[in-house]
Structures are given as structure tokens and as C-alpha cells.
């Protein structure tokens, strides 16, 4: 089955930083890819769409200023938590949709982020 | 608002028995229901998946049985091993693309007891 790559798989910084998680499928090309974030014992919340080529489209309530997303390829979006807080610490998972149109998200395996 | 009602929250069963997961959508729209499987700390995984056209699918060990007229689907895991204790997902969509159309369900946590 497709494939997608999500690195770093844990991270750990500093209150104030910025991370950069990235997100690359690795045999199809994805012109969408989604961005989640889940807390513990808890389902997937979608944070974000990233589109290449625009602009992401973001969920109510997720702030775009805090959450930047950049889609600069057909096989790479990117999540970069900037100033970043401890309430940032989470699990961030991003998924792809093959343009193979069956509808099927394939999700990488996840990125947890701590904030000291 | 859930869009899709997934029971129950825990579920432990021992090794060799059937491990059922019941999720109710509301939406008709939905046409697509898949499954996935999340161990800790790892992505989903997509385990099965139905469309409304048929009424129960089979892989494996693994049964999707889905209700159309009661808005019900339910996942079914024959002789349930430890090796599959991990937080199941439904979910349903439509066949529009290019959006996130995927909305999940609550989880349930298995627990296989050898």
C-alpha cells in the first residue's frame, strides 16, 4: 500500500521555539494532505488541510498564526508549531489522499511533541 | 457535533473470542466506511473498509458488517489475539474529493487477554 513519512517521530524543545514536522508520501503524489492532532485516549482532530500550490485551509478554533502550513510539492506538506507552549505538546499525525481516487487516506505514523 | 457514534469506549476479550465494535452514523451522504487500527504511539492504520453496497465484508479475521437502513456499521474481530490490542477507529466519508471528509469515530480501546 502507499506509503507516508512523517519525521521527526518525537521532539522535544523548549517553551518559545518553533518545530517543523514534516510530511512526504513516498510513492504517490498528494496534492491534499490533512494535519491532526490527538490527545491522549482521544480520536484524531483535524487541524488543517494543506493544498499544494495554496494556501491551507484550517479548522475552526486552530490557529493558522500558531500552525503554519506549507505545501511546496506534490509529496511534501510541512507543520511548523511556532512558539511553541507546553499546551502545544500533543501527537500530530498527517495523512495523504492518493490521486488514485479511491478515496483512501493513508497516515503517516505520527509525531509527538513535548514542550518543556 | 459527532458525526459518527462509535461504542464501546473499552472492550476486553480474552484470546480466541470475537471481538465486536458498533459504530450509528446520521449522515446519508456518507459511502464510504473504513476501519483503522492505531497501536500506541503509531499513525492509524487502515485495517478494512466497506462501501454501502454490500452488506458485510470479510479479511481475514477481520468482518465489517454494515446496516444501511439502521445507519449502522460494526467491525468483528474472529479469534481475537493479544497481538490485536490496540484503539480501533471507524470513520465514514462521501466520494467527494479533494476534501477531509473523513470524520472519525470516538475509539475503542481492545484489550486481548491472553
Known amino acids: 500500500g502507499a506509503v507516508v513519512s512523517q519525521h521527526p517521530s518525537w521532539v522535544i524543545c523548549k517553551s518559545g521555539t518553533s518545530v517543523k514536522i514534516e510530511c512526504r508520501s513516498l510513492?504517490?503524489?498528494?496534492?491534499?494532505m490533512f494535519w491532526y492532532r490527538q490527545f491522549p485516549k482521544q480520536s484524531l482532530m483535524l487541524m488543517a488541510t494543506?493544498?499544494?500550490?495554496?494556501?491551507?485551509?484550517?479548522e475552526q478554533g486552530v490557529e493558522k498564526d500558531k500552525f503554519l502550513i506549507n505545501h511546496a510539492s506534490l509529496t511534501l506538506s510541512t507543520l511548523t508549531v511556532t512558539s511553541a507552549h507546553p499546551e502545544d505538546s500533543s501527537f500530530y499525525i498527517c495523512?495523504?489522499?492518493?490521486?488514485?481516487?479511491?478515496?483512501?487516506?493513508?497516515f503517516g505514523e505520527g509525531s509527538r511533541l513535548t514542550v518543556l | 457535533q459527532q458525526q459518527v457514534k462509535q461504542s464501546p469506549q473499552s472492550l476486553i476479550v480474552q484470546k480466541g473470542g470475537i471481538s465486536i465494535i458498533n459504530c450509528a452514523y446520521e449522515?446519508?451522504?456518507?459511502?464510504?466506511f473504513p476501519w483503522y487500527q492505531q497501536f500506541p504511539g503509531k499513525g492509524p492504520a487502515l485495517l478494512i473498509a466497506i462501501r454501502p453496497d454490500v452488506s458485510e465484508k470479510k479479511e481475514g479475521r477481520f468482518t465489517i458488517s454494515f446496516n444501511k437502513s439502521a445507519k449502522q456499521f460494526s467491525l468483528h474481530i474472529m479469534d481475537s489475539q493479544p497481538g490485536d490490542s490496540a484503539t480501533y477507529f471507524c470513520?465514514?466519508?462521501?466520494?467527494?474529493?479533494?476534501?477531509?471528509?473523513?470524520?472519525f469515530g470516538t475509539g475503542t480501546r481492545l484489550t486481548v487477554i491472553p
Open positions: 494543506s493544498n499544494e500550490g495554496s494556501k491551507a485551509t484550517y
Open positions: 510513492d504517490f503524489q498528494a496534492t491534499t
Open positions: 495523512s495523504a489522499r492518493s490521486e488514485r481516487a479511491t478515496g483512501e487516506l493513508f
Open positions: 449522515n446519508t451522504a456518507f459511502d464510504y
Open positions: 470513520a465514514a466519508s462521501t466520494r467527494q474529493t479533494g476534501a477531509n471528509n473523513l470524520f
